[in-house]
């Protein structure tokens, strides 16, 4: 039987193995040709939502090539290196618990500004709002970020809450959900989707914080048509390959203000005349934002050498 080369999405990885849905349907697992093993690529060859072009031949399947990536989500892998978490996205939704495990505004912060340095515009998902002593946070968190114009969603998946609306979003394109391992995202696809059938996990009784119940990467395909990338938990979150200068891009109260700053190049942090101090000193940008942006651009410079 002759070759056969056909475009496809990687769908799942798995020991050098990948799991590829071609463009008529058919779904292989293929392995990666030597000469895109010498590629220098940022993170790994190969992931989830990765356009590629394989051959097949018999019952084999080859990746022969992989096409430029629109998007990639990556941030800080073990050491000096890059993961990278999903590419070609749409839209990632950043998911916080209100409560077991409680988030906080730095965890958020983290999260939307991975996002936003990946290029993409976050949308923050409060979840667990069914639990008690939840509605202070969850008024308080939506008010501030959708003040610097972040969509925000407040969930609860045993009672429903927001999920009809999350559904229509993941409907269309490649999504995902990112956030720290026990925050609800398995729970809420599977409110999304009933017949996932997605494994959730309780907290750890000795740390209060979650099992990662997501133990390798792959693309979920919805009933209603939507893609969505599901990856393993995570609440260390470092940037990867921001430098100090951009992290102010991803915090887009302050790169309003920055042209009023009295210098070009103003770090916010020291100068004289440096418009967006003055607006933490009268209240228009929020302390846990601004300390928020001191820790990151910090971790940056010296991520950078600076």
Known sequence: MSEQRHP???HETAGGVYTVVLDNGQRVDASLRGRLKQQQRTGSRVV?????QVSVEGEGATIESVDDRHTELVRRGRGRT???LAANLDRVFV???LREPRGSTQLIDRMLVLVEASGMQPVLVLNKADL????SDAAVWAALYRSIGYRVLITSAPSAKGVSELHDELCSGISALIGPSGAGKSTLLNVVDPGLKLRTGALS??????????VGSRLITLECG??????????DVGLWSVDPETVESCFPEFAELSDDCRFRG?????EPGCAVRDALEDGRIATSRYESYETLRQEAKEQDGY
Not at 205 to 214: A, P, Q
Not at 226 to 235: H, N, S
Not at 266 to 270: A, D, K, R, V, Y
Request: with cysteine; net charge positive; glycine share 16%.
């Open 8 to 10: 496809g999405v990687v």
């Open 48 to 52: 989830i939502g990765d356009q590629v």
């Open 82 to 84: 890059a993961k990278i």
């Open 95 to 97: 998911v916080i618990a």
């Open 132 to 135: 008690k002593a939840t509605e």
């Open 205 to 214: 009784r000795k740390t209060g914080t979650g099992r990662h119940t997501t």
């Open 226 to 235: 939507g893609l969505v990338a599901d990856t393993p938990g995570f609440g």
């Open 266 to 270: 103003c770090t916010h942090l020291h």
